[in-house]
Each structure stands twice: as C-alpha cells, then as structure tokens.
C-alpha cells in the first residue's frame, strides 16, 4: 500500500525504471573494472605471465567476458522490477510509450509473475473505487447535505421500511411527540404515496411518479402550501424512496383564490334563489286551490325557472372545481330509479312548461350502481333538459335504461332538431356552443362539459348519436355496483351519519375501474 | 325522543322567516338566532332537540360554533344538527363538519317542504334507534 500511495508524488514514476537501470549498469562496469585492477596487479608484480602483450590481452578478454555476462545477467535480473515499474507507470496515469505488461502473457504465467502483476493492477482499481466512491463521498456529502438545506426545492429520502432517514428543510416534514418524523401532505385517500411505494414493492424495481396539487394543510390553516411532487423508487437502495416537492403555491394559490370567489359569488347567488325557490313551493302549495289554469301554468314557468337557475350554479361550481381538480364525488351503491325519483317532479315541469312529453322508464330491475346521487342527478338534469330544449313543441324525449356487462347505461332520446357531424364532435368542450344554437337556444355549454367530467369521475362514458333533423341520443354509462364495490369498501372512511344509506363514501374517480 | 324544539341560527332574514313559517306551521316550536353569537349561547343554555346551522354567520361561523359545541366534547349528546349552508366548501372542511352533524344540505336545492321531510327522517331514526 505504501507504494502505492508514493505513486503520484512526483519526479514521475515513470523516469525512475531507466534512471535506475543506467545506475546499475554503470556499478556494474565500475565493479567489474575495480575487480580487474585487484586481479591485474597482483598478477603483474608476481611474473607469473610472460610477456606484458599476453598480460594485456588475458585482461582485455577476461574483462570483456566477465563485463558482458554481468551486464546480460543485472539485465535479466532487472527485468521483473522493470515490468513492475512499466505496471506502475501506467496505473499511475502518466503518458508514456512504455506497453504496460499484460499479466497473462504465456512468460509471466510460465515464471509465476503473474499474480503479482495482477495484484498491483487490482490494488490500482481498488484505489480508482475509493476515490469515486467512499473516500469523496465522506468529504463531500456535508457540503451536499448544506447545499440541500438551502434549496427552496424540498427533498426526502425514505428507506425501505417507509420511515424518513432524510429530509431537507423545505420539506413539509413534521415531528410527532415520539421523535418520528411523518411527511405533513394531504394525499387524495386514493391515490397516497403508501400505496404507490405498496404498489411498487410488489411489482417493480424501478418506478417514478408525479402527483400535482398535493397541500400540506387544509384551507385556512396557516403556512399553507401546495406542492407538485415528483417520487422515485429503487428497490434495494437504502434510501428506497426519494421524493421532490417543488412548491407550487404561487400558481395554485390564486386559482384557489378563485375558486373560493367563485363559491363566495355562488353563495350570494344562491340566497335569493333559496327564498325565491322556497316561496314558489309554499306558495304553489298554499294556493292550489284558487288558481285558475293559466295562473297555475304561470307559476310553474316560475318554478322550472329557478330551478334551471340553481342547476347552472351548480354546473358552473362544478366545472371551476373539475377544471382544478377539485371535484370530489362520492360513489355509494344506489339505483338510477331511486336518483331520478330526486329531480322527477322538477324534470316533468319542465318537460310540461314547454309542451314536451317526458316518457322516462328505469326499471327497479336495473343492477344497483355506484354513484354519487348528486352528480348523477345533475348528469340526468342537464341531459333531460338539453333534449327537451333542442326538440320540437310537442316532442316526445324518451329516458331508458339497459345494463350490459360491468355497466348500466342511460340513453335520453329526442326527436329534435339533430347535429351535424362537426358540432357532434365538439360537443363535451367547454363553451362549445354550435352556431345555430347561439342564436335560437339559451343557455351556457357548460352543461354536457361537466356531465362528461362528472361520468367519466365515476369510472364511465358519455356517448352521443344524431342524425340532423331528425333527433339526438345522449347516453351515459355508469359502473354497475357490485362490479367496483371491493375497491368502495376498502376506501370507507364510515360516515354513517349522513342521512342516506352509508356504504362508505368516496372522492373521485375513474381509478375504481379496472 | 321525538324533535320538539328547534333552533334555526340564521343570518338571511327570508330565508330564516321562510324555514320558521313552515317549521312553526308544522307545528315545531323554534327559536331563531341571526348571529354566530346568540346562537352558540342560545345552543349552550337550552336543549333543543335540533339545530339547524348555517356556515357563513356574522360574528361567529358555523364551523365554530359546531367546534365549541362538539369540538373536544359533545356539549349537546341530545341535540340533533342539520347543517343547512349555500356556501360550497372544500370537501376536505366540509368532510370535518360532516362527521359532527346528521344532515348537511344546500338550501338552493331544498324547499321548506324537503326540509321538513328531512327533519322528520331524523325523527324516524331517533324512534327507531329508541332514543
């Protein structure tokens, strides 16, 4: 170890191997001269040879021998040291033109250098290891963690068993009495981090996941905010889960605020129709008796009126709430028959007012749905309304039912004025109104936009088809009940209080089927 | 335990006539309160057998007031509480009301007429439940 942490001081590495073999060499010739001398002078003075000339080239021939085959032998024996010095050279990093030695030549696996060869090159990668990883990590991580604390960008780590082991201070993590930390976010109950990480844990190694408009606190409360969240997940890693929360408060703040005006505005809205809508009933009520015909028919004009009125509040409160994803409904197992029964006496005035027959058949035969009794009705009220608004004076609009598969769908038949092709195609958009309703037709294009939202929110469709001049058929399908009631069950959150029959009731949404 | 007495808190002057005409008519005995206020201590120092609370009150919110009145403890186990409101909360404020109270209704969509259907449905449950 300790040379190889000499390894990058410098001189270079690689000078030293030829530096060193000179310097051999040269003690090599120096010995070999001294040794020559020591031998030379004992043998001139002592007149063993003949002639000076023989004296000469004994030593000459001699010397040269000896030289030679010293040098051939420090050479072979340099060579080891040389291939360790040319591994070095090149695990150091510095250029060089020297080949470094490959472990598993035929020679080095013959003479038995090629373990150690192969040592030196697996010390080099252990030390590559820890400079990428261990030893960095610990100088830097307190500065990451710095750099963390500062971001306005939260960040939290999870391990395995779900409890934080990080979290920077932007995230909204509070600490209970007993010292665990616990994300303070305000999931929808369907769709909660815990069960994406349960989903995860049981299907996949790798996963990633975005929620948007998450709140760490409901309206009201103080330091609230809304984040968009980003999460990713790494089976087997220590921090298994890894969450991002940018907050968003900025953006959705305001379109809160908006909101909150749009129920304000509703509020005020809403009182006169209360007072307006109340009167008429306990009016209608007090003076059956003394009106003739036309007063009767004048007062139920009054009646459809502000009913439509109140709907129109509520389709626009609706449509605020879906488009900022705040539509909430709560799906309980009911029956179609029993939810018309609600809007039954409104929708029949309507169809009477202006001279429509109204034939609606649901069946109690019909499997139960599940369905948030509002919504639906809303759905059935702007459907009914919408044909006897398009049909004929004197039309017939038809309701009926039927149950395919998983589904129960409602069709509502008129024999009216029809759509072409372009206008049948915009018809769920927002606003959409097609030119000739414009002019002969009052009302918003809110209504079939929020009916789309509100069935497709229950897991269903909504379809049209309409043959111009001769009539429209608009159907919705909603989810039969015992088709989607497992996943209703496992959500109850048990308000039994609520008058109604409560089998649990629940937020939004298409995630119930399938 | 059949509803006898009713305490309507009620700021919208027609509208809270129009409940107490057709609650008296129906022959409830009630007492109407038009702010948060006089409604909480109206609620505190008499045993109705119903409320019927509005959200949005001068003074004094409905939400408070149900808070105070079954906030930590149930002040009044006997009483019956119909919140009726115009103002479309976040579902996450209304869920919270909807676990202390028996009834939570929109008064655009309801007539004096629904109301006391609803208020006798309430009566039903408690004769059944054998209060």
Not at chain 2, 27 to 35: A, E, I, S, T
Request: hydrophobic share 40%.
């Amino acid at each position: 170890m300790a040379t190889v942490k000499k390894i990058p001081i410098p001189p270079k590495v690689g000078e030293y191997w030829p530096r060193y073999r000179r310097r051999a060499l040269l003690i090599t010739v120096v010995v070999q001269l001294i040794a020559a001398i020591l031998i030379i002078f004992p043998l001139a003075n002592s007149g063993a040879v003949a002639s000076t000339g023989d004296l000469i080239l004994a030593i000459v021939t001699v010397l040269t021998a000896t030289m030679l085959l010293n040098i051939i032998l420090v050479m072979h024996l340099l060579v080891p040291l040389g291939d360790i010095s040319a591994a070095l050279t090149h695990i150091s990093g510095e250029p060089t033109i020297v080949k470094p030695p490959n472990p598993n030549d035929r020679h080095f696996e013959q003479d038995g250098f090629k373990p150690l060869l192969q040592l030196v090159y697996a010390v080099s990668s252990q030390r590559d290891n820890k400079q990428e990883g261990g030893e960095s990590d610990d100088t830097t991580s307190v500065n990451f963690e710095d750099i963390l604390s500062t971001l306005p960008v939260g960040f939290v780590a999870m391990n395995a068993d779900g409890k934080i082991i990080y979290a920077n201070k932007a995230a909204p993590v509070r600490v209970d009495s007993d010292g665990n930390s616990n994300l303070e976010l305000l999931f929808d109950q369907n769709d909660t981090l815990e069960k994406w990480v349960a989903e995860c844990n049981e299907r996949s190694v790798h996963g990633e996941k975005i929620w948007q408009r998450i709140a760490n606190k409901i309206p009201g409360e103080e330091d609230r905010k809304i984040y968009d969240i980003s999460a990713s997940y790494e089976k087997g890693k220590t921090a298994e889960v890894v969450l991002t929360l940018i907050d968003r408060s900025g953006t959705y703040q305001p379109e809160d605020d908006d909101l909150d005006f749009i129920a304000f505005a509703a509020h005020e809205l809403r009182g006169p129709i209360t007072v307006i809508r109340g009167y008429l009933d306990v009016l209608g009520e007090e003076l059956e008796a003394s009106l003739d015909e036309e007063q009767t028919e004048l007062l139920s004009r009054l009646v459809v009126s502000s009913n439509r009125l109140s709907g129109y509040i509520n389709n626009i409160l609706n449509a605020s709430r879906y488009d900022r994803r705040h539509l909430k409904l709560r799906l309980k197992e009911d029956s179609l028959a029993n939810i018309y029964d609600s809007i039954k006496d409104d929708m029949h005035l309507r169809a009477s007012s202006q001279r429509r027959l109204l034939s609606v058949d649901l069946p109690d035969t019909l499997p139960t749905i599940a369905a948030d009794a509002t919504g639906v009705s809303e759905v059935l009220g702007n459907f009914i309304d919408n044909a006897i608004k398009y049909s004929h004076d004197g039309g017939v609009v038809t309701v009926t039912a039927e149950a395919t598969d998983d589904f129960v769908t409602v069709l509502v038949e008129d024999k009216g004025i029809g759509m072409p092709d372009q206008v049948v195609r915009n018809l769920f958009h927002k606003f959409y109104r097609s030119h000739r309703s414009r002019e002969t037709v009052a009302g918003t294009g809110i209504g079939l936009y929020i009916c789309k939202a509100i069935v497709e929110s229950h897991g269903g469709t909504v379809g049209v088809r309409s043959t111009e001049g001769q009539g429209s058929v608009f159907t919705f399908s909603l989810p039969v009940y015992a088709s989607v009631a497992e996943k209703l069950k496992a959500n109850d959150n048990s308000n039994e209080k609520f008058i109604g029959k409560g089998e649990g009731w629940i937020k939004n949404h298409a995630m119930y089927r399938g | 335990m059949a509803i006898k007495t009713i305490l309507c808190i009620e700021d919208d002057r027609f509208i809270g006539e129009m409940y107490v005409r057709s609650l008296k008519k129906a022959g409830y005995d009630v007492d109407w309160m038009v702010d948060g206020n006089d409604g909480l201590v109206a609620a505190r120092n008499k045993p109705y057998d119903l409320i019927l609370l509005d959200i949005m009150l001068p003074e004094r919110r409905g939400s408070e007031i149900l808070q105070a009145l079954r906030g930590k403890e149930d002040l009044i186990p006997n009483t019956k509480i119909i919140v009726l409101t115009n103002f479309d909360q976040d579902e996450e404020s209304r869920v919270a009301m909807e676990h202390n109270v028996d009834a939570y209704l929109i008064k655009a969509e309801i007539t004096p007429k629904t109301l006391l259907k609803v208020v006798s449905a309430l009566d039903g449950k408690a004769a059944q439940s054998g209060q």
